[in-house]
């Protein structure tokens, strides 16, 4: 639990790629009652291992080497979506998703422990999770906003390499492969504080992999553990398990929810946020360093983790999203400025597996406990990503960025 990771800065290592012949299906993901968009569905291309994920706004844009007949749409308490991709049809898609309801006897619920339930889970985690050495290319967002506003935009294509499931993230590796990062230029917006986050952030919060961050013995029993009513993901029925921290606080925890497939005990996806009920030790938790004199007082702490799991049965982390609200101000000031952070992580391929895949080495290499280096790419060439699936900005952080660009011109 207190593992402190900095906050991203992201560094330019490697020259653009060349745009290849290519596949690019986009559209709008919405409920199908309400026609309201879906934000954070996982969107895969079947006959690949290509995906990606909606934005705030439900968008997406899912680039293939071939047009795939079908992709693949899952998002939790819904349906699974099977949606077929015409030829000469594959941009401005309109796809609805049907919401989905777990019927369960009261009895089973009542006679469920939930702690029989997690410690389950934990000892079948060599059964469900991968075995051997993988690595995955993934995209990486971080937004920062004062109040309302937005003042860093910050973006990477990474490779992520994992160990067996049986070792630490110690083990484990990020290397970015291309970012780009735009700032606001106004004195009053930087503060020169650090927090915890940044694209290392996949091997902390990987809570299969990492149970130090969450579920090892010492940590359960400062948890009370309530059975909640179940939900479908990716049309299997899940447990829930809500985890609330009792007595008094000596050390940071989390609170949240669990999801476990029924099944398979697979863990499939969790919902945590930082117990906020002493300030102190949640800004000790969050806060890496600041300025002699500026005053820093945390709100909030909130990670999403989800895992996708194949034909196999191999279970893998698929998604996160991680926000983070605090306060700042100069102990000479009246007011304090609200700060916001929002961090995203999909993973777009596996590329490799088995014991003779390479752990990324050299200065694009970071490990768990090291920093990145400060480098600034141009946030001006629309065809910046090339090939590598992203995720699709939203309209307000396009209409941020444009902000930024015009403000980065006039200095």
Known sequence: MKTRLLILILAVLFPGMTMTAQTIISGQVSDQQTGQPLPHVSIMAEGSD??????????????TVQRPQYVQLSHIGYKTRRFRIEEGSTDNLHIRMQGSSV????????????????????????????????????????????????????????????????????????????????????SKDTLGVKIQGGPVLPLMVDVAKNCDYLLNSENLSHYQ?????????????????????????????????????????????????????????????????????????????????????????VTRMSYLRNVMRFNCDWKRRLFASTYTTVSEMVVTE??????????????????????????????EDELFWADYNIIEPSESLEHAVGKLKKQSRMQ
């Not at 290509?50 to 680039?63: Q, S, Y």
């Not at 050495?133 to 967002?141: D, I, Q, S, V």
């Not at 694009?364 to 990145?372: A, C, N, P, Q, T």
Request: aromatic content about 8%; proline content about 5%; hydrophobic content about 40%.
């Open 50 to 63: 290509v995906r990606t994920v909606t934005n705030d706004d439900g968008r997406f844009t899912l680039k």
């Open 103 to 186: 019927v369960l006897s009261e009895i089973v619920v009542s006679v469920n422990d939930p702690e029989d339930i997690l410690k389950a889970a934990i000892q079948r985690i060599e059964k469900n999770y991968p075995m051997e050495p993988e690595l995955a290319r993934c995209f990486y967002r971080e937004t920062a906003q004062r109040g309302s506003r937005f003042i860093s935009v910050a973006e990477a294509v990474t490779d992520m390499y994992k160990s067996d499931y049986l070792k630490g993230p110690g083990y484990d590796r990020v290397a970015i492969l291309k970012g780009r990062r735009l700032m606001s230029m106004r």
């Open 225 to 313: 553990l309530h059975m909640e009513l179940p939900v479908h993901i990716n049309d299997r029925a899940q447990y829930v398990v809500r985890m609330e921290p009792v007595g008094t606080l000596l050390s940071p925890l989390m609170k949240g929810l669990v999801y476990i497939d029924q099944q398979t005990l697979a863990i499939t996806r969790a919902e945590l946020e930082l117990d906020m009920r002493d300030w102190r030790i949640a800004a000790d938790y969050m806060l890496v360093s600041k300025p002699m004199g500026l005053r820093f007082h945390p709100r909030e702490l909130s990670v999403t983790v989800v895992y996708d799991t194949d034909e196999a049965g």
């Open 350 to 379: 596996r590329m490799q597996h088995g014991r003779g895949v390479k752990k990324p080495l050299g200065r694009s290499s970071f490990g768990i406990k090291e920093r990145f280096y400060d480098k600034v790419e141009y946030f």
